[in-house]
Nanobody, 114 residues
Framework: VQFVESGGDLVQPGGSLRLSCAASGFTFKQWSIDWYRQAPGKEREFVARIETLGKRTYAASVKGRFFISRDNDLSTTSLQMNNLKPDDTAVYYC?????????WGQGTQVTVSS
């Protein structure tokens, strides 16, 4: 199992970014996929989930600003992030439900700063 995240960058408050995650080593379409993030000095936290049939769930802190999507043919998931805030600064990861203990990718750094 492998997850490779990309798309992170330095962006000003109010800006947008689109993160991507390429997954391999398992039957992607059969699994719900999550995005998580970890800010410096904080625990890793849930950001968003897209289930196999497309149902989406978001953390309260990002609801209305972030949008998760998936492409089962390419085994990829994306996270469109709009109206970014300094509190969104973190390393972002994709995975299945973290309680399953699957390996983490290297993540992608998002920094929101003026």
């Amino acid at each position: 199992v492998q997850f490779v995240e990309s798309g992170g960058d330095l962006v000003q408050p109010g800006g947008s970014l689109r993160l991507s995650c390429a997954a391999s080593g398992f039957t992607f379409k059969q699994w719900s996929i999550d995005w998580y993030r970890q800010a410096p000095g904080k625990e890793r936290e849930f950001v968003a989930r897209i289930e196999t049939l497309g149902k989406r769930t978001y953390a309260a802190s990002v609801k209305g600003r972030f949008f998760i999507s998936r492409d089962n043919d390419l085994s990829t998931t994306s996270l469109q992030m709009n109206n970014l805030k300094p509190d969104d600064t973190a390393v972002y990861y994709c995975n299945v439900d973290h309680t399953l203990g699957w390996p983490w990718g290297q993540g992608t750094q998002v920094t929101v700063s003026s």
